[in-house]
Structures are given as structure tokens and as C-alpha cells.
């Protein structure tokens, strides 16, 4: 619990998730109450809700101030899907056009029979 012998620094007086304090001891001695951030959670992939791996979790504000190349991974569907979904949608998408193809050749040959 915090010491009685410190305030809150911001307009809230609460103790809420949002305003947590820890107490620090500046060189002069005096107990001051630090801000804690909260803590950003980890983007998830769309499909499996799995944690993306190559993508740090950070605050939504944060998110904005960072570079590009950190919120995305280098592939197709990179900052939203996981790898392993990706290829399940490239094989599936693969095996529906083959049996467009195959469906296709069959219908030749029975017009080919009649």
C-alpha cells in the first residue's frame, strides 16, 4: 500500500487500474508517487486469436508513434493473421481452384461422351 505521506500527482484521486503509483524516493529525500502505465496487450491473429509473433505489444497511442516495419510482419496479411493461418488459406485456395479444374475436365469428357 502507499505510503500516507504521499498524493496523487494527476486530477484523480482514486486508486483505479488507470492511476496506479508507485512510490519513489527522489535524491532530496522525498517520497513522490510515479505514474504506472498500463501495459499494452499483444495483437492477436484474426483467425486462431493466437499472439503474433514479431510484433510488440504496446498501447494503441504507441502504435501510432512507432514505425511501420515494427507493427507488420514482411508477408502477406502480415500484422493480422498468423503464418500458420496464412498457409491454410493459400492451400485451400489452392485446392478449391484444382477442383474448379478438375470439375471443368470432367464436364468436358461426359460432353465429350454424348
Known sequence: ???SRITYRRRNPYNTRSNRIR???TPG???RAL???KRGSAPRCGDCKTKLSGIPALRPREYSQ???PTKTVSRAYGGSRCGNCVQDRI???FLIEE???VKKVLKEAAAKKK
Do not use: E, T, Y
Open 99 to 101: 477442383q474448379k479444374i
Open 66 to 68: 512507432v514505425s511501420k
Open 29 to 31: 529525500g522525498a517520497l
Open 91 to 93: 492451400v485451400r485456395a
Open 23 to 25: 512510490v519513489i524516493k
Open 35 to 37: 505514474h504506472i502505465k
Open 1 to 3: 500500500m502507499p505510503s
